[in-house]
């Protein structure tokens, strides 16, 4: 559980007031672009970075009162931090070799478990290769089996399939999340891809510049973003400009429908691509949805798969719409042709932008000239 | 260029860093002169010098009792400095790359200062500080310490011209590091001392005996800042390289070359122990991708 937290690296706040619970058992991601700050809150979580404000609790006791034996957390690094001048056996077998000689076990049943390991993690091959003879996933996974060796209760992965190809990436998901069933961890990992964190964890909290914009579970981030920013990382996304009118929203005289109440003024529209209809410019209804007033030029049409993603001019801007390949047939449509469209599921949020620039400029005012040393690195810049 | 010379003729392609045979001849030969006149010739002619009257004359120029006391003192000096200057450099570096404080960056320049100072600038600092007429002098007088025109001198000087190499050399290293193994050590459970003996020595143990070995060096055959502090009491404040001096001065040439090729010796095989770690360190630590 994470109190009030506030973490500056110099003048530059990382994070700014965070609150947030995780359950016991709970699998957690952070997920938020680079310099959001979530691996930072990471880190603090892991008691590598100390807050400037506010309090860790580990079951209602301050983290920072409880000793590394006590607060029982592991932590995989973003490059997995391996040990390269031992073997893998000797990397997995660390933790427990460290331990005061009280709470040391023997050597034989050292052995022992570290083989348990290795072989749950499918390594017995590998224990006596170094991290440079392995590849990006067989490191991964020494990390983890590292990891794994001191017992921890909570589980901290930093970018854990950042730095893997995609298809490994996709399996060591399943893998990561059935230690996580099987061992009764509570995991909390850190990562920029909306997909991995959606497809993984039980709640996702979505961070951005410093706080937690969102925090719920995968359907109930993705169906009901609460702001702008959260429906944007998401997925892909259209916006359209409108105006809120006695409560009602309007994009040039068509009224759209509002969800929930908002202010009069200036706000933004926000659809995704496949929840954009597209229908004949002769008039004939196609679907359901609000129509809009207008035709739309078609800019590029690519179809690959079972999807096919068009682009549009409409009211000189660029709308992404994506729809399936029959009904691409259905309607003909090809690059010049004219076609409607219709929008459903739309989100309306007051025009943030303004809002938005003034934090900036705030921020601006403290920040320092150069972004130090930030942790958040890009994991595919490799 | 490799056009021009008219390799390519016949053989296809001709990559495009390479040169012509004319061009390749004469950049061997001018490096194979150079070599021979400013190295090999050097270093023959202080055998030849120290050979010229037979073994006999050899074997007496570094077996007088002048002579074993130089090689004396200059062992002691290196057995005293390289240690403490180890643990200095492992320290400095150790400080300096995995902790942020204030005043780093000053350190980090303070450490070159020996580097960027003439040793004899070196040598006066510590007879200014030390001297009879220096800051500390009469105090020292009183209390009947000698350090200036003494061993302690020596030691002292030669500490401060090799002050820099280890950690001059663990710096970059370790920089290069990063801090990632040890937090991963430390949230292991090891603490501070285990995580230093086995994460972060083993991580720098080349580069570090290669430090040494340039410090070791450094100080066998350091002479202006010695030469400034010693005094040149024969057979008690004269180290291998000023004995060489002061023989030279003598015109016992003999005995001095003779003392010259001992230096010349321990030059060489501390080259080819470092030549042995690199090859080691390449093969030992493969580059991660």
């Given amino acids: ?382 | 260029m490799a056009r021009a010379s008219g390799a390519s003729a016949g053989q296809g392609l001709v990559p495009a860093l390479s040169e012509g045979p004319r061009v390749r001849a004469a950049l061997i030969v001018v490096a194979a002169v150079f070599f021979l006149f400013f190295l090999l010739l050097p270093l023959l002619v202080v055998f030849v010098e120290a050979l010229r009257q037979g073994l006999a004359a050899y074997w007496a120029g570094i077996s007088e009792p002048e002579a074993r006391a130089a090689i004396r003192l200059t062992l002691l000096t290196a057995i005293v400095v390289v240690p403490i200057n180890t643990l200095f450099g492992i320290a400095a570096a150790w400080a300096v790359t995995k902790f942020n404080f204030v005043g780093k960056n000053l350190l980090i320049t303070l450490i070159d200062v020996p580097f960027s100072v003439s040793p004899v600038i070196g040598g006066m600092v510590f007879v200014l500080l030390f001297g009879l007429p220096g800051l500390l002098g009469p105090w020292l007088a009183a209390h009947d310490v000698k350090i200036i025109f003494a061993v302690p001198g020596v030691i002292i000087a030669t500490l401060f011209v090799t002050l820099p190499f280890v950690a001059r050399e663990l710096i970059p290293l370790m920089q290069k590091q990063g801090t990632d193994q040890e937090e991963a050590a430390l949230m292991l459970g090891a603490n501070g001392w285990q995580t230093f003996l086995r994460i972060t020595l083993p991580n720098i143990k080349w580069g570090l005996l290669y430090g040494i070995l340039l410090c070791n060096g450094r100080a066998i055959g350091e002479f202006g800042a010695v030469a400034v502090v010693s005094g040149h009491i024969m057979g008690l404040t004269n180290t291998m390289p000023l004995h060489v001096e002061v023989l030279y001065n003598d015109f016992n040439f003999v005995a001095s070359f003779a003392v010259a090729s001992l230096l010349v010796m321990m030059a060489f095989a501390t080259l080819v122990l470092k030549t042995v770690l690199e090859a080691r360190a390449a093969w030992k630590l493969p580059t991660l991708p």
Avoid: W
Wanted: aromatic share 6%.
């Fill in chain 1, 1 to 382: 559980m994470v109190k009030s937290l506030t973490k500056r690296f110099e003048d530059l706040i990382v994070l700014d007031r965070v609150n947030l619970q995780i359950h016991d058992k709970e699998f957690i991601g952070l997920l938020g672009p680079s310099g959001s700050g979530k691996t930072t809150l990471l880190r603090i979580l892991a008691g590598l970075e100390v807050a400037d404000d506010g309090v860790v609790e580990i079951a209602g006791r301050d983290s920072g009162t409880l000793s590394l034996e006590e607060r029982r957390i592991g932590f995989v690094f973003q490059h997995y931090a391996l040990f390269n001048h031992m073997t893998v056996f000797q990397n997995v077998a660390f933790g427990l070799q460290v331990k005061p000689r009280h709470a040391r076990k023997s050597a034989a049943a050292i052995t022992q478990r570290v083989r348990e390991l290795l072989s749950l993690m499918q390594l017995k091959a590998f224990e006596d290769r170094f991290p440079a003879q392995l590849s990006g996933g067989q490191r991964q996974r020494v990390a983890l089996a590292r990891t794994l060796a001191i017992e921890p209760n909570v589980l901290l992965l930093d970018e854990p399939f950042g730095a893997l190809d995609a298809k490994v990436r996709v399996e060591l998901r399943r893998s990561l999340r059935e230690i996580h069933d099987s061992t009764g961890l509570t995991t909390v990992f850190v990562t920029h891809d909306q997909a991995e964190a959606l497809d993984l964890a039980d709640r996702v909290a979505i961070m951005n510049r410093g706080i937690i914009e969102q925090v719920g579970t995968p359907l109930e981030v993705y169906d009901a973003p609460q702001s702008p920013f959260v429906f944007d990382f998401l997925g892909h996304t259209n916006a359209f400009d409108c105006i809120v009118r006695s409560g009602k929203a309007y994009v040039g005289e068509k009224e759209l429908p509002l969800d929930k109440t908002i202010r009069d003024g200036p706000a933004v529209a926000f659809v995704r691509p496949h929840d954009v209809l597209l229908a004949p410019a002769d008039g004939r209804q196609g679907e359901t949805g609000t129509r809009l007033p207008g035709t739309a030029l078609v800019r590029f049409i690519s179809a690959l798969g079972q999807r096919a993603v068009t682009e549009l001019f409409y009211e000189r801007r660029l709308i992404e719409a994506e729809i399936t390949r029959e009904s691409l047939q259905g309607l003909d449509l090809r690059v010049g042709s004219k076609c409607t469209i219709s929008l459903r599921h739309l989100r309306v949020y007051p025009r943030r932008e303004a809002e938005q620039q003034t934090r900036v400029a705030e921020r601006a005012a403290v920040r320092p000239r150069k972004r130090r040393r930030f942790r958040d690195r890009l994991p595919t810049l490799r």
